[in-house]
């Protein structure tokens, strides 16, 4: 998920003349696919995602040539609360990685789930040790 190798696999592609490029298949991650969205209207190139989940790809105007079949982080939140309380559970653990969309994410969550009375606490994870500590702690607390 690198920002930098994505945008230099797409140059390296354009640089090649004996290739017509006319949309490119977007990349697995939002770190990726922002810079390469927000690049391609130079060469009037479609980025189509099927994965990518950034709330910031569905500004219309910083992403022109943007297209995604899959939805946003921030368009799940409600689902998600409603599938708490249809279980009828209180308490709810939020892991997320603490890169911007991810925490911003996490914050709109937190939010939505305090607005419905749920026990809410947040916890950033950067590794994988990390999360193995963070489900424990999760675990222990509630």
């Given amino acids: 998920c690198s920002a930098v190798k994505g945008n ?4 390296r592609i354009l ?5 017509r490029v006319v949309t490119l298949l977007g990349a697995g991650c939002s ?8 690049s391609s209207w130079h060469w009037n190139l479609l980025v189509f995602n099927y994965i990518s989940t950034s709330p910031a790809l569905q500004d ?12 946003s982080e921030y368009s799940l939140i409600p689902a ?3 599938l ?3 279980y009828g559970w209180s308490k709810v653990v939020i892991f997320h990685q603490p890169i911007g969309v991810w925490s911003v994410a996490a914050e ?3 939010q939505l789930f305090q607005k419905e009375n749920f026990e809410v606490e947040v916890l950033a ?7 193995q500590a963070a489900v424990k702690h999760a675990v222990v607390v509630h």
Avoid: G, H
């Fill in 84 to 86: 708490m309380k249809d």
């Fill in 125 to 131: 994870v950067s590794a994988e040790t990390d999360m």
């Fill in 60 to 71: 219309c105007k910083k992403y022109p040539y943007f297209y995604t079949i899959q939805p």
């Fill in 108 to 110: 709109r969550l937190q």
């Fill in 8 to 11: 230099t696999a797409m140059l």
């Fill in 80 to 82: 998600r609360v409603q």
């Fill in 31 to 38: 770190t990726v696919t922002q810079p390469v969205s927000q």
């Fill in 15 to 19: 640089e090649d003349q004996n290739k």
